[in-house]
């Protein structure tokens, strides 16, 4: 049976604005269960930086029943820090057999 890793997800939440206006950000860490994570293949590391000037690491696969927001967050798993880049890829619920609907491309971090 296919099996996903907890991974840790920070969620970014408007805590005030500046002097100027403009709002700061805080990143809420919350673990969720059950992603797959993948090497990204030669075509997905291609394809991401000619599209988005990033190099994809990793590509993950997230649960159907998921409604986090993953686009533009720092992600850590395997001891690591990355990064989700572009638009997260949903797939036909009904069309895929697994768990898994959505792909979310991610870069080293830092």
């Known amino acids: 049976m296919i099996k996903g890793i907890a991974v840790t997800l920070y ?6 604005t500046d002097d100027f206006g403009q709002p700061i950000w805080d990143e809420i860490p919350e ?20 599209l988005a000037g990033k190099k994809a690491v990793y590509t993950m ?6 409604t ?26 009904a069309n895929i057999p697994l768990r898994w609907n959505r792909k979310v491309m991610v870069e080293r971090y830092g």
């Open 11 to 16: 969620n970014k939440v408007q805590t005030g």
């Open 31 to 50: 673990v969720v269960e059950d992603i797959l994570v993948a090497p990204s293949t030669p075509d997905d590391i291609v394809t991401s930086t000619d």
């Open 61 to 66: 696969a997230i649960p159907k029943d998921d």
């Open 68 to 93: 986090h927001v993953w686009e533009n967050r720092k992600i850590e798993f395997l001891g690591q820090t990355f990064h989700s880049f572009g638009f997260s890829v949903l797939g036909i619920e």
